[in-house]
């Protein structure tokens, strides 16, 4: 599956920001915030009873919503690991390509292309920074905007 398909799944969306916590709902999976070791800023688990995504609870809201869309993407594509003793594993022994699929598919959801250059065509940011702007309508940090504007080759 493609992030292309994966995003037709998705319920379409008028404005930002995309409701990330509704979206794992409807997807069925259970979000849970907890204390994780710094590095990581999330975790999926397929177990028994379910579909769990577990944010790192020191990292901030932008951080979190970024790292919901990266792990449903996980959920929907099937990447995920079977048990919590395999959690931890995710960096050191990933396949890069899924990984770089669960980043596109979190940009594509979070800032949706045609929403972005929409937005940013409206956008009437005079003395203030047009990327800071756009961050705060679609709730993901600047850095992340920042990535998604030059890579949409909007400046």
């Known amino acids: ?12 969306q008028i404005e930002p920001p995309l409701d990330v ?3 794992a709902e409807w997807f069925g999976v259970e979000l849970e915030i907890r ?3 710094k590095k990581v800023a999330g975790v999926y688990l397929r177990t028994d ?11 901030s809201p932008e951080r979190q919503r970024w790292t919901t869309a990266h792990e449903l993407a996980h959920h929907i594509f099937c990447i ?3 048990s919590p003793n ?4 995710i960096k050191t022994d990933s396949d890069d ?17 045609s929403l972005v250059r929409k ?4 956008v009437k940011h005079g003395r203030f920074d047009k990327t800071a702007l756009l961050a705060n309508m679609f709730e993901v940090s600047i850095i992340a905007m920042r990535i998604r504007l030059r890579d949409l080759g909007i400046s």
């Open 1 to 12: 599956m493609d992030t292309t398909y994966a995003i037709r799944l998705i319920p379409r």
């Open 21 to 23: 916590n509704w979206l």
């Open 35 to 37: 204390p994780l070791p």
């Open 49 to 59: 009873t379910g579909a769990h995504i577990i944010l790192n609870s020191s990292d």
């Open 80 to 82: 995920g690991r079977q």
């Open 86 to 89: 395999d959690a931890f594993k």
């Open 97 to 113: 390509s899924a990984e770089d699929l669960c980043d596109r598919f979190a940009a594509e959801i979070l800032m949706p292309a």
């Open 119 to 122: 937005k940013a065509a409206e």
